[in-house]
C-alpha cells in the first residue's frame, strides 16, 4: 500500500493551505504532523529534515520536499495538472503568480497591526477588483471553455477557486462583478474531490481566529 503524503506544518492555513487544496482536489488522501510548539520546529530542523529551516515541509514519494512553489510544482506534475505542453505550463504559471500575489496579501493580514488594517483592506479590495479579478474573467470570456487553460482542469483554477473563497470570507461582495469566476468557483467547487475537501469534519482549515495566530506566532517566534 502506497505511503500517504505526510504534511509537516501548524494546524492552519498559512503556505501549506494551497498544498492541501492541490491534494485534495487530486484526490490524494494525506496525513499531517501538527507542529504544536517552537520546540517541534526545532526538532525538525535539528535532524535535518528542513533544507532552509522553514516549514511547509512535505514527505512524499521518498522525498522531504520544502519550498511552497516547489512541492505544489512537483503535485500538479505528478497529478496530470500542469498543462498538456510548455505553452500550457507557462501560462498556468502565470496565472498562479498572479494569484499567490494576491493571496499573499489576503494571507498576511491578521499580522497587520490594527491601525494599519482599515488601510490593508481597502488596499485588498482595489487590487481583487480592479487588478487581479478582472484578468481572470477576461481570460475565461476570451476562449469561453470551462477551465483557464487547455479547457481542462489545472492547478490553476485550483488556486484560483481557493482564492475566491478567501475573497468571499472577506468581503461576499467583491464577486459580484465576475459572473465567470463565479460559474467557475461553482464548477470547481463540484467536484467529487473539491466537494469532499469542502465538507466540515475535512482537513481543510478556517480562518485564522486570535487563539491560532497567537499559537501560531509562538511557534514561529514572531514578536
Known sequence: MAVKPMLHYFNGRGRME???????????????????????????????????????????????????????????????????????????????????DLNEMIMVLPLCPPDQKDAKITLIRERTTDRYLPVFEKVLKSHGQDYLVGNKLSRADIHLVELLYYVEELDSSLLANFPLLKALKTRVSNLPTVKKFLQPGSPRKPPLDEKSLEQAKKIFRIN
Open 18 to 100: 494551497s498544498i492541501r487544496w492541490l491534494l485534495a482536489s487530486a484526490g490524494v488522501e494525506f496525513e499531517e504532523k501538527f507542529i504544536n510548539t517552537p520546540e517541534d520546529l526545532d526538532k525538525l530542523k535539528n535532524d535535518g529534515s528542513l533544507m532552509f529551516q522553514q516549514v511547509p515541509m512535505v514527505e512524499i514519494d521518498g522525498m522531504k520536499l520544502v519550498q511552497t512553489r516547489a512541492i505544489l510544482n512537483y503535485i500538479a506534475t505528478k497529478y496530470n495538472l500542469y498543462g498538456k505542453d510548455i505553452k500550457e505550463r507557462a501560462l498556468i504559471d502565470m496565472y498562479t503568480e498572479g494569484i499567490v
